[in-house]
């Protein structure tokens, strides 16, 4: 019977005012998103392997849920939205040159292991802007995520950004054994310093490239990291990656968003195929980043159309936990209203539903059960997220009854 009832480990069900609240975040992203004249697009659930395959530097094999159609082919729950637009767009805008705004919702699914605690099916909103390599866009996308933030309510947050160029240069110039870079890395991403600076003095690295490599950990705050790290390298690519930037930075002021901006160029993914700025937004109350994003230039070409992109992906259950522990509380208004009839005037409570309907009013019909008393449809109203009550106690009058404020009103037809 356990099985019947409850949901499988990873997945949830959403109800009440908590489906509510989740709907109402949805559309106000959705709007920032038209707002930037971004255009809505659809995906599949799932997909043929080889659109998220390890060539495409998303998400590991074992991670993925894998499963076979009738005719043999292997078939993939989407994991990632990026490479399933990536797909879509070279398929349907292979000669398009001009910039492509797409934006999209829907779930993912990860079969990440229980001993992480994630949900392994979760809700993501997120845009792509393709065909333009702009500093311009990169700043657009960043400038969208703050957007975003504040319109789901959130203050106190940060844009941390950096750039996949300054490590890669850096790395390539070290020329690190493929099993030296994947640890140094992994210690850079939880920012290990001691442990980053204790293997790079084992591989005999030039100093200024052993010193520039172990700070990469500490190389995050305001813009003036990024004159530090210019300081640090005379790579002509890294260097290159830090004045890209600096350019969005300058663009960012434009919007007037710079003070939620936060740079930090040990930030690294698990997911290969960005090329140019990376980033995520972090508030507190929640252990994951809620918005990632970047820029992956080289994905489109695995398609076949050869396009720069950058985007980003908000994650909802993230967004909905912060939100939750910041005590943030959103302006949703109880606009139902419960329709309470005896059973002898159902014509009439029909009629007066269907009227209230076409007048673009919410209204639920339920009938006065003998067994029960006024209160106990006050109780259940206020539970289920009713504004008010319309009890029709006869032909010719209603009660009126507001649920938030407790006044009562007698109303002659």
Do not use: W
């Not at 490590?167 to 991403?189: G, R």
């Not at 084992?202 to 190389?219: G, H, M, T, W, Y």
């Not at 269907?354 to 209160?375: I, P, Q, S, T, Y």
Request: aromatic share 12%; proline share 3%; with cysteine.
């Amino acid at each position: 019977m356990d099985r019947l009832i409850h949901t499988p480990e990873g997945v949830r069900d959403v109800y009440n005012q908590e489906c509510t609240k989740k709907l109402y975040l949805e559309n106000q992203i959705e709007q920032v998103f038209h707002a930037f004249g971004y255009q809505d697009i659809e995906t599949p659930t799932f997909e043929f392997f080889d659109v998220f395959g390890r060539e495409v530097g998303t998400t590991p094999s074992r991670e993925l849920y894998k499963f076979f159609d009738r005719d043999g082919n292997t078939l993939v729950l989407r994991p990632d939205f990026t490479p399933s637009i990536a797909r879509a767009a070279s398929m349907y805008f292979m000669e398009e040159t001009m910039p492509i705004r797409l934006c999209y919702r829907g779930s993912s699914f990860v079969n990440s292991s229980s001993y992480q605690g994630r949900l392994k099916e979760s809700t993501q909103m997120g845009v792509e802007l393709l065909n333009d390599d702009s500093a311009m866009a990169d700043a657009e996308i960043i400038a969208m995520t703050v957007k975003v933030m504040l319109d789901a309510g959130l203050t106190d947050f940060q844009i941390s950004i950096g750039h996949v160029g300054f490590f890669q240069a850096l790395a390539e110039e070290a020329a690190l054994a493929e099993d030296v870079l994947n640890e140094l890395k992994e210690l850079i991403s939880i920012k290990n310093h001691f442990g980053a600076e204790e293997l790079l003095a084992k591989q005999n690295l030039r100093s200024d490239l052993f010193e520039a490599l172990r700070d990469v950990p500490q190389l995050f705050g305001n813009a003036e990291i990024l004159e530090k790290a210019k300081g640090l390298t005379r790579n002509p690519a890294a260097r290159e990656a830090l004045d890209r930037l600096a350019t969005i930075y300058e663009i960012v002021k434009d919007y007037g968003y710079e003070k939620y901006v936060f740079f930090d160029l040990g930030l690294l993914s698990k997911f290969h195929y960005y090329t140019g700025i990376i980033f995520q937004a972090y508030t507190y109350g929640t252990g994951e980043p809620i918005v990632k994003g970047g820029r992956y230039d080289a994905l489109l070409q695995h398609f076949g159309k050869k396009a720069p992109a950058i985007g980003f992906c908000t994650v909802m259950e993230s967004l909905m936990n912060a939100l939750e522990r910041q005590k943030i509380s959103l302006p949703i208004a109880n606009t139902k209203t419960m329709l309470l009839y005896p059973d002898f005037l159902q014509p009439l409570a029909v009629k007066l539903a269907n009227e209230h309907r076409n007048k673009g009013m919410d209204v639920a019909l339920v009938c006065f059960a003998r067994d029960k008393v006024l209160a106990d449809y006050e109780e259940y109203g206020r539970k289920n997220q009713f504004g008010g009550i319309v009890y029709i106690q006869k032909s010719d009058s209603v009660l009126a009854i507001d649920l938030s404020t407790g006044e009562v009103q007698q109303v002659e037809l």
